[in-house]
Each structure stands twice: as C-alpha cells, then as structure tokens.
C-alpha cells in the first residue's frame, strides 16, 4: 500500500494569507495537487508576505485520494476557522451529499471574511452553503446539468474557465483550476508574480475566465494558424486601431468568417480579447515602470485615463493608480487578510 504522509509541503513564510484545502475520502488528486503546487511550495523569491498553505481533514478515519493513496492532512477541520482563502479541490460526485458540518464551516469562514473558491465538482460542495444561490457559477461541462437541477437558484454557466462573484470563485474542471489558482495570485499579487508562478508550471501566463471550456467544433489547423498570427500582431501593436475588417483581412477572411472562427479558437469576441490584452499590459507597465498613467492608457491603446479606468474597474475593480500604489516595483506585501 502506497502512502503519502505529508502530500501538503506547507510554506515557510509566516505573514501571507493561509490557504487551507479540504481533504475528504476520495480526495481528487489532479485538483488538489493544482492547489499545493501554487500554494504549497516554498518560493523564496516572493518574500515572507506569500501564502501561507495547509490542508484540513474535514472527514473521519482513513482518508484515501483517487488512485488508492493514502493521505494524512496537515490539520482537522478547525483549520477552516483561521483560513483566510479555502479552496474545495473537486468533491466525490455530483450526487454524493456534502456533509452539513462541512457546509456550516464555509458559510462560518465566509462569514467572517474568508474567499472560497472551488474546482471542478468542488462547485457543488459551495452549492450546500447556499452562498452561490443568485450568483454566476463555473464547474466542469459535465457536471453543469447536474448541478443546475441540484440547485436552480444558482446561474451556472457552463461555457467558461472560471467565474469570480465577489469573494466567491469557482472554475471548470481540472485544468481549468490552474488558471483560477493563477488569477488569485495575480489578484492578490499582481501580474509579475502570477507570470513568475506560470513560468514554474510551464503555463501561459493568463487565459482570462471567461474564455471558453472546449471548441464544439473543430478549428481548421491553417486557419488557427492564421489566427495565431493576427493574435501575435494584436498583441505587438495594442496601441493600433485593430477593427474587425483589418483583422479578417490580415488572415484573408471575411469579416462573418473570422469573427466566428475567432470565437471559437478564443471563446471570445474580438473586442473583449483586446481588452483583456490592453488591460494585462497595463497591468504590466503599472507594476515595472515609472511611466504616467496617461503615457501607459496611450501605449496600450486605451487613448485615455478615462477609457483604462473605466476597463480597469471593469476588470480588476480598481483604479489604475491604485493598482499601481499595491503592486508597484516594490517588494512584495500580502494582500489584506480576513483575521
């Protein structure tokens, strides 16, 4: 019998936010190990404010991962009361209950200003709080019907990576939670760190929540490619008046042509990927550089600070210069923590 008695490596730093993982018989491996990877290990180079990470055995006896291991939690369920984020790393099914006590926790943590966040099926274990009830939801496409009949009060959306509704967050399935793990760095430490993080996981650095799951129908290889190269263009000059005629003529297609095939290699209308894009450099030049904010709304292609503070609110919640005040060129603090 093979056993992991710590499968958590729990971080040295002592200042960050504390990340606990619920453990539970049946443990989804792939998705808890996306939570330990990103919080879990030790990283040096972001400072004493990084997180702070454990896992909570939140069920009795033995407790067994997919594949038969078994795994021995840092902590009991009582590590749920100090935790400023909890992540549900997937749950046993989408027709197994979840326990109330488990449920009168994270309704306790969010309470008391705890994020929770979910991956995959783990939606379905915020579903019993009742929290996401009138709220946007993400689980994975298989489970959507599913978890629309369990709970009809919650807007499940089915057709994007992951949805943040204020401080509740949930993701599609599997690897679809890397990229909601990456948006929470990238929320609480801005662009660089989640980049640096990426870099370790050999990730793309962002791919923004509401791009899509999977392509119902298959994408041409020549014509991706071709896309593939006016993404690029886009990206090396955002401050161009990119229309969608100029778009579907640098790939020879007709507009009607490109803006449907480029919605389903992106999941995403033109416009809004050239936003998310202006926005992520923005991001960008606020935290590596000492350009003005006007400087920086030109560069990107915004043409004014009204227009990137109206797509940064939009977006992020904050002002330009308030992004910059956190996350500018200055060594790494923690984000503010529910205790």
């Known amino acids: 019998m093979t056993t992991i008695d710590k499968i958590t490596p729990i971080a040295e730093a002592t200042h960050g936010p504390l990340v606990v993982a619920p453990i539970y018989d049946g443990l989804c491996t792939f998705e808890f190990s996306i939570v330990a990877e990103v919080f879990g290990l030790a990283r040096p180079e972001m400072g004493p404010a990084w997180y702070r990470f ?52 994270l309704r306790l943590a969010w309470e008391r200003g705890a994020r929770l966040a979910s991956i995959c099926s783990g939606a379905f274990v915020l579903a019993a709080t009742g929290l996401l009830d009138g709220r946007r939801a993400a689980t994975h496409w298989r489970y959507a019907d599913a978890l629309r009949q ?129 926005v992520a450099e923005a991001q960008r030049l606020l935290e590596s550089s000492a350009m003005s904010i006007e400087d920086i709304a030109a560069r990107v292609g915004f043409g004014s600070v009204q227009v990137l503070r109206h797509h940064f609110h939009v977006k992020l919640g904050l002002a330009p210069r308030d992004y910059r005040g956190m996350f500018g060129a200055a060594p790494l603090t923690a984000p503010r923590v529910s205790r």
């Open 150 to 278: 369990r709970h009809p009060a919650i807007e499940v959306d089915a057709g994007v990576l992951y949805v943040q509704e204020d401080r509740i967050l949930t993701s599609a399935g599997s690897a679809a939670g890397i990229d909601l793990m990456l948006h929470l760095v990238r929320t609480d430490f801005g662009v660089e760190a989640a980049n640096s993080v990426a870099r370790r996981l050999v990730m793309p650095p962002h791919r923004n929540g509401g791009q899509a799951q999977f392509i119902e129908r298959p994408v041409q290889a020549d014509r991706l490619h071709r896309l593939s190269d006016v993404l690029e263009q886009m990206r090396a000059d955002l401050q161009d008046d990119w229309t969608v005629d100029r778009m579907a003529r640098s790939v020879l297609m007709s507009p009607r042509t490109f803006l449907r095939r480029f919605i389903e290699a992106t999941g995403v209308s033109p416009g809004q990927w050239l936003i998310a894009e202006r």
């Open 54 to 105: 454990a896992s909570a055995a939140v069920e009795p006896g033995m407790l067994r991962a997919h594949g038969g291991l078994r795994v021995t939690a840092d902590g009991q369920a009582d590590l749920l009361e100090r935790a400023d984020l909890i992540v549900m790393a997937g749950w046993k099914g989408a027709h197994v209950p979840v326990p109330e006590q488990l449920a009168r926790r």
